[in-house]
C-alpha cells in the first residue's frame, strides 16, 4: 500500500490515530465517516503496511524526574558504513540516548539524551560517549526549555498538496 494508494479515509484514519491513539474503534470510526468493521480492517492493513508503527503513552520526563536533556552532535573518526552502522548500535544500547539520527555536514549524528540530573549525564558523556571507538568530537547542547514537541506529520500539509495535484 504505497502512500499514493492512501484514500481519503485512510488518511483520515491514520490524522485521527496520530492525535489520539487511545480512541475506540467506535469513536474513530465515527470521525472518518464509516462503520467499524471495515475501519478496524484499515486499520490493520495500515499497521500491516507499516504506516502506524506502533501506540505509545506520552510520558513526562521531567515529572519522572529526568530534568536534563542535550542534544549531543557527534563527529566519527571513519564514516564506512560498518562503522556507521555500529555506532547506531552502540546508541541503540544506551538508555539516556532516546533518538539517534545521522546527519549531512559538518556532524555525522545528532543524539537526543535525557538525564535525572548533569552529574548523571556528564558520567554518560566522559565515561561512555567520548570514550566510544571511532568518535572524533562531541558537542553538547543542553535544552533550556522545549518550544515545540509534534509528533508524527502535518496532515494538513498532506492534503493540501494532493489537493493541488487534482
Known amino acids: 500500500m504505497p502512500h499514493s ?9 491514520l490524522a485521527e490515530l496520530q492525535a ?3 480512541m475506540t474503534n467506535v469513536e474513530l470510526a465515527k470521525r472518518v465517516g464509516i462503520s467499524a468493521p471495515p475501519c478496524l480492517r484499515r486499520v490493520r492493513t495500515l499497521e ?10 506520552e510520558v513526562n520526563p521531567r515529572e519522572l524526574g529526568f530534568e536534563v ?5 557527534v563527529g566519527l573518526v571513519s564514516q564506512a558504513e560498518a562503522d556507521l ?5 552502540r546508541c ?6 532516546r533518538e539517534c539520527h545521522m546527519l549531512n555536514g559538518e556532524v555525522d549524528f545528532i543524539l537526543k539524551c535525557v538525564a535525572p540530573d548533569l552529574s548523571t549525564f556528564q558520567s554518560f558523556l ?3 560517549l567520548t570514550a566510544a571507538e571511532n568518535v572524533a568530537s562531541v558537542k553538547t547542547s543542553l535544552v533550556i526549555r522545549g518550544a515545540k514537541d509534534e509528533p508524527g506529520v502535518p496532515f494538513d ?10
Do not use: C, N
Open 5 to 13: 494508494r492512501l484514500d481519503e479515509i485512510d488518511r483520515k484514519i
Open 92 to 97: 541503540r544500547a544506551w538508555p539516556l540516548v
Open 48 to 57: 500491516e503496511a507499516g504506516f502506524i508503527r506502533g501506540y505509545h503513552a
Open 126 to 128: 566522559t565515561e561512555d
Open 20 to 22: 489520539d491513539g487511545r
Open 157 to 166: 500539509v498532506l492534503e493540501a498538496r494532493l489537493a493541488r495535484k487534482a
Open 85 to 89: 552502522s555500529a555506532f547506531e548500535a
Open 69 to 73: 536533556q542535550v542534544f549531543a552532535m
